[in-house]
């Protein structure tokens, strides 16, 4: 093997590294793996051998390379257009208590039984304005108000012809609901006039009949969703993977009937953890906030080396002004006072720069481009109570409790964290899939890691990038470091047919050219997802580190395995150093949330704000405005 060949090889899997869409099936109407191994090469119809048997030679058309078909592809999940939830008509079956003018109160006896007392004419036409009511729901939700009061249960909202305080507190917090992140028109109630016309009972009944029913289901729908978010993050893209959290709404409705706090009740459901409530500390400063009228703004495409000039300086000065942090504007005073607007960038200004650059967490090389002009301009305050409120929601489909012990990748950060005992202990950069490759959103539980590992190639990358390679050079694995198996026997890459190639497994053995590097951290998921090194360490040093096939490269990957195998950095040396392939189990298990978030609080609960690099913020701000029109429609 030539030393530039070796270096080839060495390239295209670092390139690669793994998959996210390893186990993605092709278009109905393409070509798959199959096809291509059982010798189909083109969508016509041709005779196929049965699963595991090899065509006989004398079946096989051989064609040259420049008579082959276009290579099939294998896809990656998609967006989807958002179908929210059907909504439905309640439908409440009034059923009288022991004769038609007795209902049940909701008090009971001293033996536990229900108390029951013959009503008033107004409840009985209250009862049945009810079945008139002519209100919408989902299903779940429908289905919690009609077990309510289909089985008589007391009113709640309701006491004779006026509408409670108990009611009206609930309205309040309705209307309050962008305090924690929902949007206000989903849960909107026209609240019925303390005045009426007494000479129509009958009307009144229904108005307030009609209030009834339409309050008791926004409040099952704020409370459905400050605990599991209004979308169903699934229906979005195939890149989100989650459970849809259970809400019991059938116990709520009666909890609410005997509450004298409604106020507190619903506070209550909302999530507890932190990071949520530093969220939603952050969204009600930003909501009191007055409306930024002195945005600073720098020109589209302004880019500025050291040592050029250009007019942009003067308001990339301002920016940092305004936006530096105050250690920076003291340790750099001087300058900062005495900058006249002149348009050189002297070595001065390029100190100044370099560090708002570090402590903006970018590389400190003086260039003023894109990503430090977005630093230092920020952001508008509605642009962050957008992401603030992106964040919530997704925060909302986690568990409310992620556990005293896990880690946590963000995905625009491009960084990972190590939580232990509820706080970070080692934080670090992180390269994420490519927007065309991109990593899940998902959680799952961290159960090895491997030393030295193989790298096992996924069929997308077998099919869309190599096999045009295998077609062109058959000995194109031979000669750079990989191993080629079918039915579990190793055989020569220059030995198979590869227009017309039996199953086979390709791997990657381990060594300094592999590229998973020397370590793997595995949480097996359906999306071939795992963190691992990289012999790739340049990547690091890039802002926007979106650049993997999905999986999660790690800056530094022996502290961590050393974390998560609660040993130390020698223990992992020492293992790598052996040379040898050994998948080592966590002593427990603990969970991982492979997420995406644009803002996000830091371990001082400062929430930091990043770019939507999958523009996932803009499908869901999509899902959220199709779900309040389904509402609003109902």
Request: overall charge neutral; aromatic content about 8%; glycine content about 6%.
């Amino acid at each position: 093997m030539t030393l530039t060949k070796h270096a080839s090889a060495s390239m295209l899997a670092i390139a690669l590294g793994c998959a996210a869409a390893a186990g993605a099936a092709a278009p109905a109407h393409a070509l798959t793996l199959m096809d291509i191994i059982r010798g189909r090469t083109s969508e016509r119809n041709v005779s196929q051998p049965a699963p595991g048997q090899v065509q006989p030679q004398s079946s096989r058309n051989l064609i040259s390379a420049d008579d082959y078909d276009p290579t099939p592809t294998v896809s990656s999940p998609r967006y989807y257009t958002y179908k929210p939830e059907a909504m439905r008509l309640v439908k409440i079956a009034v059923k009288a208590n022991k004769g038609t003018d007795e209902i049940t109160t909701g008090s009971v006896n001293e033996d536990g039984s229900s108390v029951v007392k013959v009503s008033t004419d107004t409840a009985v036409d209250q009862r049945q304005s009810l079945a008139d009511a002519r209100v919408r729901a989902t299903n779940d939700i429908a289905g919690a108000v009609e077990a309510y009061y289909g089985s008589g249960q007391p009113l709640i909202w309701v006491s004779g012809m006026q509408v409670t305080d108990k009611a009206k507190a609930a309205v309040a917090k309705l209307e309050d609901a962008a305090s924690v992140g929902l949007d206000p028109s989903d849960y909107a109630v026209k609240v019925p006039s303390d005045s009426f016309d007494a000479a129509d009972p009958v009307a009144r009944n229904q108005e307030l009949m009609q209030f009834e029913l339409e309050l008791s289901t926004k409040v099952l729908a704020y409370v459905q969703d400050d605990i599991r978010g209004r979308v169903d993050p699934n229906k979005i893209s195939g890149y989100h993977d989650f459970k849809l959290k259970t809400v019991n709404l059938k116990a709520i409705l009666p909890i609410l009937s005997l509450s004298t706090d409604v106020a507190s009740y619903l506070d209550k459901r909302q999530p507890t953890e932190q990071h949520f409530q530093e969220l939603k500390a952050e969204l009600a400063r930003l909501q009191a906030e007055a409306k930024d009228q002195d945005q600073i703004v720098i020109a589209p495409g302004t880019f500025i080396k050291p040592g050029m000039s250009d007019p942009e300086l003067a308001n990339v000065v301002a920016a940092i002004r305004k936006h530096g942090t105050e250690d920076l504007k003291t340790s750099f005073a001087p300058v900062l006072a005495s900058y006249q607007g002149t348009p050189d960038y002297t070595p001065e200004l390029v100190d100044l720069v370099k560090g708002f650059q570090k402590e903006a967490g970018l590389g400190a090389d003086g260039i003023i481009g894109k990503n430090t002009i977005n630093a230092m301009v920020g952001e508008t305050n509605q642009a962050k109570i957008n992401k603030i409120v992106a964040a919530m929601e997704r925060s909302r489909w986690l568990p409310n409790n992620l556990g005293p012990r896990y880690v946590f990748i963000n995905q625009p950060a491009y960084k990972a964290y190590y939580i232990n005992g509820g706080q970070e202990q080692l934080s670090m950069k992180v390269v994420v899939g490519q927007p065309n490759h991109q990593t899940y959103f998902f959680q799952d539980e961290i159960q090895t890691v491997e030393f030295n590992p193989y790298w096992g190639v996924p069929q997308s990358i077998i099919i869309n990038e190599m096999l045009p390679k295998l077609r062109r050079d058959p000995s194109y694995l031979d000669r750079n470091g990989y191993e080629v198996s079918y039915n579990g026997r190793k055989v020569s890459s220059s030995a198979i047919d590869w227009s017309r190639a039996p199953r086979v497994d390709v791997r990657q053995l381990p060594g300094s050219s592999n590229a998973l590097g020397d370590l793997k951290i595995l949480f097996p998921n359906a999306h071939a997802i795992y963190m691992h090194d990289t012999p790739a360490k340049s990547f690091f040093q890039r802002d926007v580190r979106a650049l993997s096939h999905g999986c999660v490269r790690l800056a530094e990957p022996r502290q961590m395995a050393a974390a998560v195998l609660g040993e130390n950095v020698d223990y992992v040396n020492q293992e790598i150093a052996s040379g040898q392939n050994r998948a080592v189990p966590l002593p427990q298990k603990f969970p991982v949330y492979v997420s995406y978030f644009t803002a996000w609080p830091n371990k001082d609960g400062v929430v930091e704000y990043f770019d939507d690099v999958y523009s996932r913020d803009m499908y869901l701000d999509r899902a959220f405005k199709a779900t309040s029109d389904a509402r609003a429609n109902s």
